[in-house]
């Protein structure tokens, strides 16, 4: 490290170090492919290390790397800087406090910069925490003034933004930091897709839970992320023991091999009386539990297939565990029919 006018700032040999290591890790990752991205690191007031154009990120060697001040003059380096290093210059005129920036297209959250969706819903304590609120810049054509322009509202105010259509762009006060934040941006994304479009199912924090995780937030110096919306009735209060809906009953289906039963915990699953919801019955015999009610054959090998009486145990008796499923699959079909 070295220290100019009391501000502590990589040496060129750190910068170069950290940027062929983010690289890597970068392209390890699969925020990048082919030559994607970038990453530019500050080495003084008036001075940054930059990866340059053209070039895989995960095969950069020190010697590729571009010094240039912070109007884009190169100062050292044979190589050619990317034509998106004016969104990094931008980020270190409009806040003086970054040391470092990465830009990459992470498949989530690029899939979320392209459907114009921010990251925003606080389901992630360490989301609300560390990265915040992540908001979409408007399209700018790549390379040009207009990236720089897109970005500059947001660098005093959010840890990372997506760009619309393209990528993600994080910064922090070294290349660590920048990078963490990138991988935040890319795991909190995919959370985001998972609970919301695959699960199906999402539990905001309550406002007052997100209210204390801001206030931690202060206490680790970070001041900057923007508040989440938030929900007014905490819905993550109670502990979950089961997902099972309640007309689910305990079943012996130990005359069956290869099947296995459904059990609550607790719950006994042979024999009558407590933990069993087949009622008394012979040990071995075999239910079908359906909307609440169980029908019990008679002993080991005897299955009512959904939907039959107990009568129907005396049919089932004898019969091989491949009939008495091909009678359950049929009568489920018929009852699919019929609706």
């Known amino acids: 490290m070295v220290t100019i006018k009391g501000v502590k700032y990589m040496s060129d040999f750190e910068a170069k170090n950290a940027i062929i290591d983010i690289g890597r890790r970068m392209y390890a ?60 210059l931008r980020v270190y005129e409009e806040n003086p406090q970054v040391m470092a920036v990465t830009h ?21 304590t360490e989301g609300v ?4 609120v992540v908001p979409v810049a408007k399209y700018a054509t790549p390379g040009t003034q207009e990236v720089p322009d897109s970005i500059a509202p947001f660098v005093n105010s959010y840890n990372a933004v997506l760009l619309a259509n393209h990528g993600a762009l994080t910064w922090g006060k070294d290349a660590y930091e920048a990078f963490y934040r990138l991988e935040s941006v890319e795991y909190y994304a995919s959370l985001l897709m998972y609970t919301g479009n695959i699960i199906g199912k999402q539990n905001p924090l309550s406002c007052d839970q997100v209210q204390t995780l801001l206030d931690n937030r202060k206490n680790f110096g970070i001041t900057t992320g923007g508040i989440p919306p938030c929900v007014q009735e905490a819905t993550n209060v109670k502990d979950v023991l089961t997902n099972e809906p309640e007309d689910i009953r305990t079943c012996d289906v130990s005359g069956l091999k290869g099947v296995t039963p459904i059990v609550r915990p607790g719950k006994g699953t042979t024999g009558a009386g407590e933990g069993s919801s087949c009622g008394s019955r012979a040990a071995g015999s075999v239910c079908t539990c359906s909307s609440g009610t169980c029908a019990c054959g008679g002993g080991a090998g005897n299955a009512i297939p959904d939907g039959g009486s107990a009568a129907d145990a005396d049919t089932a008796i004898n ?3 491949e009939e008495i499923i091909a009678e359950v699959v049929r009568r489920v079909t018929q009852k699919m029919h019929q609706n």
């Not at 007031?45 to 240039?68: C, D, R």
């Not at 392209?114 to 389901?123: Q, R």
């Not at 925490?129 to 915040?132: C, W």
């Open 29 to 88: 990752r699969g925020f990048v492919a082919a030559n994607d991205g970038n990453i530019s690191c500050k080495v003084g007031p008036n001075a940054i290390w930059a990866t340059p154009t053209g070039v895989s990120k995960g095969f950069m060697k020190p010697e590729m790397l571009v010094k240039l001040d912070l109007t884009g003059k190169v100062l050292q380096g044979s190589s050619k800087p990317s034509s998106e290093i004016k969104m990094h």
């Open 104 to 124: 990459a297209h992470p498949p989530i959250a690029t899939a979320y910069a392209v459907a114009g969706i921010g990251l925003e819903k606080p389901i992630l």
């Open 129 to 132: 925490t560390t990265l915040g």
């Open 319 to 321: 019969k091989t565990k």
